[in-house]
Every structure is written in structure tokens, then in C-alpha cells.
């Protein structure tokens, strides 16, 4: 079982990645970004779209019918939501602030519900503990975002300390 002061520091985590991620790929180009790299999403850039694309489920199933209701992607997992890159890093800015603004409104309480859903890759309503539907998030995120470093990395491009105890800021 987690905590929402557990969810509230991964959203954190979650944004300086972010952060870091999208300014080590400002020194590609386009092409460079979009150039398919044998990860499961092809490129750096599909990758990251990937990555917009799972938060915007989440949060979207996480907050809706609530006052922070965030839209639900409109095209199906592995299509691009955003073609541009200046396009693909507004979306992640806003998403990230989205996903902090709605881990601020965590209760312990509603971590300890099962939470229901529709699942698109298995055609039915699941249902599983929201703590750990949430801990899934943050695990997504870790997962392709690490691809992503690596894929930085065989560019040569570092994209410096991603460990969570060294996150700035108090935890």
C-alpha cells in the first residue's frame, strides 16, 4: 500500500525527469528524434508521445467526473499525439503540472478503494486496488523513460543523474 505523500513525490520525480529528458533531446533534431531506434516505440519521439499518451489514460481515468477531470487520449496506444516536437513538449509540461495538481488531492482513503475501468487491450472492466493502479503510473513512466535515456545515451548525449534520492527539493 502507498501513500499520497508516496504519489505526491513520484509526480515530482516525474516532472524533473521530465524536464531533464526534454532538454537533453533539444540537442537533436528532428529527424534525430524521430529516427526509429529499435525501442518498442521506434523512436525517441514516438516514445515520449508514448509516454504523454499512458499519463493521459491514468490521470484521465483517475480524475474523471471530477473538477480536474483531464481528457482521455483519442487515438489508440502507439499512434503519436503530437507530430511537433514544441507541440509534444507543451503537452508534457501540462500533463506533468496536471499530474502533480491531482497527486496533491490524494487521500489515503480512496488509495485503499478498487478502482474500475475500461481496458482497451483486453476488451473488459477490470478492477484492481487504486494504489496500485497508481504505482503502476509512476512504474510506466520510469520504464519508457528509461528507454529514452537510453536511447539519449547511445547518441552520446547524458542525461545526467536520474536517481530519485537526489531529486531536488524536499521529499
Known sequence: MITPKYARTLARYNHWMNDKVYAACESLNDQERKADRGAFFGSIH?????????????????????????????????????????????????????????????????????????????????????WLLVTHLFNHQTHHRGQVTTLLSQQGIDVGVTDLMMMPGDV
Open 46 to 130: 514516438s516514445t515520449l508521445n508514448h509516454l504523454l499518451w499512458g499519463d493521459g489514460m491514468w490521470l484521465g481515468r483517475f480524475t474523471n467526473n471530477t473538477a480536474q477531470a483531464w481528457p482521455l487520449p483519442t487515438v489508440a496506444a502507439g499512434v503519436d499525439l503530437h507530430a511537433s516536437w514544441p507541440s509534444l513538449k507543451a503537452a508534457r509540461s501540462e500533463l506533468d503540472a496536471a499530474l502533480i495538481a491531482w497527486a496533491e488531492t490524494l487521500d489515503a482513503q480512496w488509495l485503499t478503494t478498487d478502482f474500475n475501468w475500461y481496458s482497451g487491450i483486453t476488451k473488459a472492466t477490470r478492477s484492481k486496488p487504486a
